[in-house]
Nanobody, 119 residues
Framework: QVQLVESGGGLVQAGGSLSLSCAAS????????MGWFRQAPGKEREFVAR????????YYGDSARGRFTISRDRTKNTVALQMDSLKPEDTAVYYC????????????WGQGTQVTVSS
């Protein structure tokens, strides 16, 4: 089965940067879409970014566009989220997800990594 493990979260000051990594294993991810989502306490899960495993084309949610960059390394089986110009409202648990080609929903998730942005 698919295993996803996030890392790289931590405490950072507003305006700073942080890079998250998702280690993916369990199968070939050819044809998959990999994504980052976040959830703050008491809030609904929010889409942050997604990327095609095959092409590397990324897409971003409104809150991430222009500040965050998603990438994948097919050799290392990792998906990264580079977060710049962080704001306190970026504080959340960030989750890595995987969506199989042809599926409507992300079917696999990591355990999450906490990102806290102080002002």
């Amino acid at each position: 089965q698919v295993q996803l493990v996030e890392s790289g979260g931590g405490l950072v000051q507003a305006g700073g940067s942080l890079s998250l990594s998702c280690a993916a294993s369990g199968r070939s991810f050819s044809g998959y879409t990999m994504g980052w989502f976040r959830q703050a306490p008491g809030k609904e899960r929010e889409f942050v970014a997604r990327i095609s495993w095959n092409t590397g084309t990324g897409y971003y949610g409104d809150s991430a566009r222009g500040r965050f960059t998603i990438s994948r390394d097919r050799t290392k089986n990792t998906v990264a989220l580079q977060m710049d110009s962080l704001k306190p409202e970026d504080t959340a648990v960030y989750y890595c997800g995987a969506r199989e080609g042809g599926e409507a929903d992300f079917g696999s998730w990591g355990q999450g990594t906490q990102v806290t942005v102080s002002s």
